[in-house]
């Protein structure tokens, strides 16, 4: 197929379109290439542009190969190309463009059986591998001693990071999971058996396209040369957040040619959790001794007050390619530094703050509050409910929506009210082998005739109609819920939440849920608050009213929006006018857990977290923490600044008293 001839109907202007940093990464050689682009530098712009310019010198778009992690981005961008070259229509569905798996899954229809699969091969979803996993699990008859064996889910986990990562599944299990580890070769013989019946399906899931596809360049010299001349360039967005195996998939289609521009942010490695490596991105001018190194350091999103506050942080990351972020925008407001006294008077500002602001014109969606773990949010969820200010919740469900917040709510109902037919169902079939029909079973029978189905609970009718394969899990209900009404009856609803995780719901948390963890802090957040009622039932009470009028409340008028409540994690890639950073206390925010299992690296992501929130913000931004905070047992304890905050020796930021 001929080369396209360059036209003067679509020759850019890019010394008028671009800035002199984004110039001389358009418009350079060809050869390894790394561009670090800080926050807001239009590095979308750039790989654009890039595309465009590549094609005008002459590389037929079927030679470039766009990597990104989001279909929806690589279909922007190069709707983005065509606009810029009108004079090329039909260029975005001729370059290689899409997520790794996107792309791993084209080149694997031609090769599958080079693999071991026939081309028609099935993609498993989410949903699919889990159900193939339990087909697994049930197939081996797992359940080791007695043990709760993990879920589907997390089994998943620890095979899906084991692939992307390329490390052994006991350093997986060890790391990520150590109360699983004495069941290691159980582990490992459901992962082996899963991986034959995928096969025997002609099936894949999602991890196995990269898999496969490094499998197929790695092992078949034809297959990588193919590909290797084809792609003439390669280029690579957010490669911070790329894993071992997407890396290794990339050096190994550069090899031929060696012309592969990487562009992303070291700052904003953030996704260690999901397996990204950060040496990738750190190490490429060590894997490309001939890399040219850009730097993107002008920013078009911040006030140079809020520049100087991240760039003043970053700093005190050793392993980094320095930069120092740079505006165009005029002067603003500097950031603010808001200590509150507790978890509620942090609530209270925020929502004050948010009216006001509101109140001065800025609409409610340009305003974002980011925190480190969602459990973070809880108060302040509670708080936007009562004055009815409606927000959206990035991070995951509303906190009192969540699974876990309801299995365990659950207990208190049937203990504030024994005749809560659905608490009782949902708490049933938490436990082993009851499901509906058992769970109703059982309801029928305890709750017929009798005012208090507690009377005929430990029965032995009732235990009879209890499968035998689920007795034990009710013989652990009956220990946890006897114990749990003598609570219910002192009015002690922290008291409650406590004893219902040391009763056995935290090893189902452990084995049911990736993020077992989160899951758990969850609830020791929601045991604290509870600490501050004087009975199950008026904390019952407290969050279904709450509830009830969360799902009554309307935006205000005037159509501007919702509150955004998001981790920083989620929040990532977004902006808003005005961004509240809450829970900036020590072992928050540092994470307390990511210090202590990760030292020196964990702390490092940690700021570098720090710096992606304070980069979403345009034009405000306040720094919030709360004096005092209850620990696990319900004790107001007092917090230490971030270290985030005091390394920064009080500069670059106001600090603003509410009791002056």
């Not at 026939?118 to 697994?136: F, G, R, V, W």
């Not at 003043?312 to 390619?321: K, P």
Request: proline fraction near 5%; aromatic fraction near 10%; include cysteine.
């Amino acid at each position: 197929m001929a080369l396209p001839t360059p036209s003067s109907a679509f020759l850019l202007d890019y010394e008028k379109e671009l800035n002199p940093q984004q110039l001389e990464v358009v418009k350079a050689e060809g050869g390894p290439i790394l561009v670090i682009a800080g926050a807001g530098s239009g590095k979308t712009r750039v790989v654009t542009y890039r595309v465009a310019y590549l094609i005008e010198k002459g590389i037929h778009p079927s030679g470039i190969l766009l990597v990104t992690f989001t279909n929806k981005a690589a279909r922007e961008m190069l709707r983005r190309v065509e606009l810029l070259m009108p004079g090329a229509m039909g260029v975005s569905s001729r370059v290689w463009g899409g997520t790794f798996h996107h792309i791993g899954n084209r080149i694997l229809r031609r090769h599958a059986p080079l693999v071991g699969f026939q081309p028609n091969y099935t993609i498993l979803d989410q949903e699919d591998a889990k159900s193939l996993m339990e087909t697994c699990i049930t197939e081996l008859k797992m359940n080791p001693k007695g043990s709760r064996f993990p879920r589907a889910e997390v089994l998943e986990d620890i095979e899906g990071l084991a692939v992307n990562t390329q490390r052994p599944v006991e350093e997986i299990v060890l790391e990520r999971y150590p109360y699983f580890y004495d069941l290691l070769d159980d582990i490992r013989a459901v992962a082996a058996h899963y991986r034959k019946r995928k096969h025997e399906l002609n099936s894949l899931d999602f991890d196995d396209l990269l898999f496969y596809w490094k499998t197929l360049l790695q092992e078949h010299a034809e297959v990588r040369a193919r590909y290797g001349e084809q792609f003439r360039h390669l280029l690579v967005d957010e490669y911070q957040d790329t894993n071992r195996i997407q890396a290794d998939i990339i050096d190994l289609l550069a090899e031929r040619h060696g012309n592969v521009m990487v562009v992303g942010d070291d700052s904003q490695s953030i996704y260690s959790f999901r397996g990204a490596n950060f040496a990738n991105i750190l190490s490429f001018p060590d894997r490309y001794p001939a890399a040219k190194v850009y730097k993107l350091e002008i920013n078009y999103r911040s006030t140079p007050e809020i520049l100087h506050l991240a760039n003043s942080s970053i700093v005190f990351n050793r392993h980094q390619f320095p930069k120092e972020l740079k505006t165009i925008r005029p002067g603003g407001s500097v950031p603010s530094l808001v200590p509150v006294q507790d978890v509620l008077e942090q609530a209270y500002f925020v929502a004050q703050k948010i009216e006001e602001i509101r109140d001065e014109g800025t609409p409610l969606a340009e305003m974002a509050v980011l925190y480190r773990a969602h459990y973070h949010s809880m108060e302040l969820q509670m708080e936007l409910t009562r004055r009815g200010i409606p927000f959206q919740v990035r991070s995951g469900l509303r906190f009192f929506e969540q699974a876990h917040i309801k299995d365990v709510c659950a207990y208190l109902k049937v203990v504030c009210n024994p005749l809560d037919e659905l608490a009782w169902k949902r708490m049933l079939q938490l436990y082993p082998k009851v499901g509906k029909a058992t769970a109703e079973k059982i309801w029928r029978f305890i709750s017929a005739g009798t005012s208090d189905p507690w009377t005929a609970l430990d029965s032995k009718e009732v235990t009879q109609k209890v499968p035998a394969g689920a007795r034990e899990g009710w013989r652990a209900l009956l220990k946890t819920m006897v114990p749990l009404r003598r609570d219910g009856m002192t009015s002690d609803p922290m008291g409650m939440i406590e004893r219902v995780m040391r009763g056995g719901y935290e090893e189902y948390l452990q084995a049911r849920y990736p993020n077992y963890e989160s899951r758990a802090d969850d609830l020791r957040q929601l045991a604290a608050f509870a600490g501050q009622y004087a009975s199950c039932q008026d904390f019952l009470s407290e969050l279904a009213l709450l509830t009830s009028i969360e799902s009554e409340a309307q935006p205000f008028e005037g159509g501007d929006g919702m509150v955004t409540l998001s981790s920083v994690h989620q929040a990532k890639g977004l902006e808003w006018s005005a961004v509240f950073i809450i829970w900036l206390a020590e072992g928050r925010f540092p994470s307390l857990r990511s210090l202590s299992e990760t030292g020196e690296e964990g702390e490092e992501e940690e700021r570098r977290l720090f710096y992606v929130a304070i980069t979403r913000a345009r034009d405000e931004l306040y720094l919030c923490y709360p004096r005092f905070a209850p620990d696990r047992g319900g004790r107001d304890m007092i917090q230490q600044p971030s270290r985030f905050l005091s390394e920064l020796s009080g500069e670059g930021y106001e600090k603003v008293g509410l009791d002056e």
